[in-house]
């Protein structure tokens, strides 16, 4: 079964940095992609970034364009995402999750982790 689970959340000031952590385990295809998505409150669902696990492909939302960076590490099973320049519009639970088509949409993925809270505030 697979499994996906968030780590690495937590309570920044403007302008500082976090890094998300994405585990999967249970994935047997060879390709494959994970993607984070963040949910504020009161707003839906959004795609912030994704990467291709076989290919290191990268795609960013344009609000997060410059600041966030996504990775992967395909022995580890795990895809981070390192957030700097962080602003106050950025507080969210974030999502990471799995998707076996050719893009992340979120309609379309078929598992999600239970998220990690960011909280970006003074």
């Known amino acids: 079964q697979v499994q996906l689970v968030e780590s690495g959340g937590g309570l920044v000031q403007p302008g500082g940095s976090l890094t998300l952590s994405c585990k999967a385990s249970g994935v047997i295809v060879d390709y494959y992609l994970i993607g984070w998505f963040r949910q504020a409150p009161g707003k839906e669902r959004e795609e912030v970034s994704c990467?291709?696990?076989?290919?290191?492909?990268?795609v960013y939302a344009d609000s997060v364009k410059g600041r966030f960076t996504i990775s992967r590490n395909n022995a580890k099973g795990t895809v981070y995402l390192q957030m700097n320049s962080l602003k106050t519009e950025a507080s969210a639970d974030y999502y990471c999750?799995?998707?076996?088509?050719?893009?992340?949409?979120?309609?379309?993925?078929?598992?999600w982790g239970k998220g990690t809270l960011d909280t970006v505030s003074s």
């Open positions: 999750g799995l998707s076996y088509g050719a893009s992340c949409v979120y309609t379309g993925m078929e598992k």
């Open positions: 990467i291709s696990t076989p290919t290191g492909r990268q």
